[in-house]
T-cell receptor
Framework: DVKVTQSSRYLVKRTGEKVFLECVQD?????MFWYRQDPGLGLRLIYF???????EKGDIPEGYSVSREKKERFSLILESASTNQTSMYLC????????????FGPGTRLTVL | AQSVTQPDIHITVSEGASLELRCNYS??????LFWYVQSPGQGLQLLLK??????LVQGIKGFEAEFKRSQSSFNLRKPSVHWSDAAEYFC???????????FGTGTRLKVLA
């Protein structure tokens, strides 16, 4: 089974802190994604990576950056956390050959105080 | 603007009753279409997907969906709902095969015993 893991299920940080959310997949997927999930808004794409060190901005990249130094790991970075970044963050991965669905991790619920 | 609409925010059905969850999209060409389910506190799990061919697609857990090009719809159905189907359901669209999904805002299903 494809497994996508996220480093924390729950995280509480203070305004202005630098926050790292880690995601690891074990199926050699080329593509990795970070989404933000908010009630009534569904999932919104923050960043997308299609290869090591390659990234593309999604719909809401402001306030976030990403890092992909190894194929299996994709990190989301909040350089200076703000209260409006309190949300559920979901990581996903997929193959790029042919067409395949995205596999999701369990999510990290981040609260910024 | 490209969009995915799930018009029902909440739906309540009795156990054993039939279910239909609606999804409409606004794209010119036939996109790739997906339905995901999210149980409380969990990530998203793929129920089914449509790329081409037969417009009635079978998925896991007894779900099916029908693609109707004329109505730009991809509605999810189940003939007899089980209490364990209580969850949030998301329709997703990849409009151009770029691996970047656009999600609907979700429909939360409640099942009455």
């Amino acid at each position: 089974d494809v497994k996508v893991t996220q480093s924390s299920r729950y995280l509480v940080k203070r305004t202005g802190e630098k926050v790292f959310l880690e995601c690891v997949q074990d199926m050699d997927h080329e593509n990795m994604f970070w989404y933000r999930q908010d009630p009534g808004l569904g999932l919104r794409l923050i960043y997308f990576s299609y290869d090591v060190k390659m990234k593309e901005k999604g719909d809401i990249p402001e306030g976030y950056s990403v890092s992909r130094e190894k194929k299996e790991r994709f990190s989301l970075i909040l350089e200076s956390a703000s209260t409006n970044q309190t949300s559920m963050y979901l990581c996903a991965s997929s193959w790029s050959a042919g067409y395949n669905e995205q596999f999701f991790g369990p999510g990290t619920r981040l609260t910024v105080l | 603007a490209q969009s995915v609409t799930q018009p029902d925010i909440h739906i309540t059905v009795s156990e054993g009753a039939s279910l239909e969850l609606r999804c409409n999209y606004s794209y010119g060409a036939t996109p790739y279409l997906f339905w995901y389910v999210q149980s409380p506190g969990q990530g998203l799990q793929l129920l089914l997907k449509y790329f081409s061919g037969d417009t009635l697609v079978q998925g896991i857990k007894g779900f099916e969906a029908e693609f109707k090009r004329s109505q730009s719809s991809f509605n999810l159905r189940k003939p007899s709902v089980h209490w364990s189907d209580a969850a949030e359901y998301f329709c997703a669209v990849d409009p151009s095969g770029t691996y970047k999904y656009i999600f609907g805002t979700g429909t939360r299903l409640k099942v009455l015993a």
